[in-house]
């Protein structure tokens, strides 16, 4: 299967959470990663401009993350993939 996840990551001020689309396969989706998980990745106070510095500096985490999810269908009501703090207490080799 075809992953793609395009750098196009964005603020998005309505849900305080970064967005980004992604596709696999046939599934065209968005991720979003909420502020809330930015402070644990951050050491300053996540401000829209840092979680998006964040975002980058993490990519291929929130990625592999995604690719996960959606492999799992772990997915949101909506769905689309959702990025919480619990997600980021995987072991490397589960993501």
């Not at 992953?3 to 970064?18: I, T, Y």
């Not at 909420?34 to 500096?57: D, I």
Request: aromatic share 8%.
């Amino acid at each position: 299967m075809f992953f793609s996840f395009p750098d196009n990551a964005r603020w998005n001020p309505d849900l305080n959470a970064v967005e980004c689309g992604v596709a696999i396969g046939e599934y065209e989706g968005v991720v979003r990663i909420n502020r809330r998980v930015f402070q644990q990745l951050l050491a300053e106070p996540p401000t829209p401009e840092r979680c998006l510095e964040g975002y980058h500096l993490h990519q291929t985490r929130f990625e592999r993350i995604a690719e996960h999810k959606i492999r799992r269908r772990e997915l949101a009501d909506d769905g689309n993939v959702e990025i919480t703090g619990r997600d980021l207490r995987l072991p490397t080799d589960a993501q």
